[in-house]
């Protein structure tokens, strides 16, 4: 099974899409109930810009576990879809992540986003980064 996706992530990694998509649906054949494989056929849909494929295949991944929608958001490979429709949908069927403190799809840059990310420590955690990183350079 890990081999598989490992093997799925050097091929997209290499734009050998066709191979990479065999490798995973190995992977999916190997654990059905693994939302691993799926994400990374979204992926190379992404990739390959069917929009409507990445949509399925994410609300497929998201059923199966929920963390998955989250990861999406963040991932870039979906930059490009994430203010589509297909993506918005796909990111509604696993509903809240994260504890449902955030809402999926929230926009960084959103107001909602700001106030999510400074009740969470985000911006708490850039600071403590640069100071460590200054204190490092001393």
């Given amino acids: 099974y890990q081999n598989a996706l490992n093997a799925g992530l050097i091929h997209v990694g290499r734009a050998h899409y066709e191979l990479a998509q065999e490798q995973y649906r190995l992977a999916q054949t190997l654990r059905p109930a693994a939302a691993a494989p799926l994400y990374g056929l979204a992926v190379v849909a992404a990739r390959q810009q069917d929009e409507a494929t990445v949509g399925t295949l994410l609300k497929q991944a998201i059923a199966l576990d929920r ?8 991932d870039l490979e979906f930059q490009d879809l994430a203010q589509g429709k297909v993506f918005r949908e796909a990111l509604k069927s696993g509903g809240r992540v994260g504890g449902g403190t955030r809402p ?25 980064a640069r100071s460590v990183s200054c204190s490092s350079a001393r």
């Fill in 67 to 74: 963390r998955y929608a989250q990861r999406a958001v963040e």
């Fill in 104 to 128: 999926v799809g929230l926009d960084r840059g959103a107001p909602g986003w700001i106030a999510w990310a400074s009740r969470n420590g985000r911006q708490r955690a850039g600071k403590r």
